[in-house]
């Protein structure tokens, strides 16, 4: 076994982003701009509702999924091919836009709070115009696993022992995890040696290697075919997040990501002549 390393911490920064939606945004920004397959990952967790009642309203994706994971509160959500919806507590929607979709997105408290994650995921270049496609997990369908010294984990995608977690048959074959470490534990999972890994800690301190990380934090993990995160002094609260690199050019333009500019300058063509929605 090969432990991964953390070769990069990154301190979320605060951003404005939607119609004003103040969320902690890890990447892209100026030292990270993606970590092949993913693409952002940002934490919209507030107690002041004002933070996040503008919501994300009409705007389109093409060419990668988008996966909203929610601890606490609700996204209301509705789009351009009929579909509607609310990500509650402890649900995920994983959403392939595929060729296109507009959707919004709008964040709602329940007893005044939101807390949630989004993270998007490249499609390579031979599914960026697939057929857009919804994964809604509701929350009890999200195996909660009690390991050994009481580490509990919320299974969205991947593996655990011989447990799958509900979202399946994703190209980069992802690992999304939420682990909760009680103080004083080890938590250890093997990572597909060929896959990019990251650590978000939203909650607590952690040991990854020799780093110390206090939340927020990302943690960008070196290559290996495991890790190992030890809480310390507390609990930790953490995504631990997988997928397979595709090593492809990315030309990216906001909600948009393809592999070269011609193929941004064609979407944004057919958004003008209405024709982005088929
Ligand atoms: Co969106």
């Known amino acids: 076994m090969q432990d991964r390393v953390v070769t990069q911490v990154i301190t979320p920064a605060l951003v404005s982003e939607g119609a004003g939606v103040r969320l902690r945004r890890s990447f892209p920004g100026r030292s990270l701009d993606h970590l092949d397959p993913f693409l952002l990952l940002d934490d919209f967790s507030s107690d002041r509702p004002k933070d996040y009642l503008a919501g994300f309203p009409m705007h389109p994706h093409r060419g990668i999924e988008t996966v909203t994971y929610l601890l606490d509160g609700e996204v209301h959500h509705q789009d351009s091919i009929g579909h509607a919806g609310v990500v509650g507590p402890g649900d995920c929607q994983w959403m392939t836009a595929g060729r296109g979709i507009l959707h919004e997105e709008m964040p709602r408290p329940v007893d005044g709070r939101i807390a949630g994650f989004q993270l998007w995921v490249n499609l390579p270049a031979r599914l960026k115009m697939t057929a857009p496609r919804y994964q809604e997990v509701p929350a009890y369908r999200i195996p909660q696993l009690l390991l050994d010294d009481g580490v509990q984990v919320r299974l969205v995608a991947g593996r655990v022992g011989q447990v799958e977690g509900p979202v399946r048959e994703i190209a980069a074959e992802p690992t999304y995890l939420d682990v909760t470490i009680p103080a004083g534990v080890r938590?250890?999972?093997?990572?597909?040696?060929?896959?990019?890994?990251?650590?978000?800690?939203?909650?607590?301190?952690?040991?990854?290697?020799?780093?110390?990380?206090?939340?927020?934090?990302?943690?960008?993990?070196?290559?290996?075919?495991?890790?190992?995160?030890?809480?310390?002094?507390?609990?930790?609260?953490?995504?631990?997040?997988?997928?397979?690199?595709?090593?492809?050019?990315?030309?990216?333009?906001?909600?948009?990501?393809?592999?070269?500019?011609?193929?941004?300058?064609?979407?944004?063509?057919?958004?003008?002549?209405?024709?982005?929605?088929?």
Request: aromatic letters at 8%; glycine letters at 8%.
């Open 187 to 278: 938590f250890q999972h093997p990572v597909e040696q060929s896959h990019n890994a990251l650590i978000y800690l939203y909650a607590g301190v952690a040991h990854v290697s020799e780093q110390q990380l206090e939340a927020p934090r990302l943690a960008v993990l070196g290559e290996g075919d495991r890790v190992i995160i030890h809480a310390t002094d507390a609990a930790a609260h953490l995504l631990l997040v997988a997928g397979r690199p595709w090593g492809e050019p990315v030309a990216r333009y906001g909600p948009f990501v393809m592999n070269t500019r011609e193929e941004i300058q064609h979407t944004l063509l057919e958004l003008r002549q209405g024709t982005f929605i088929r």
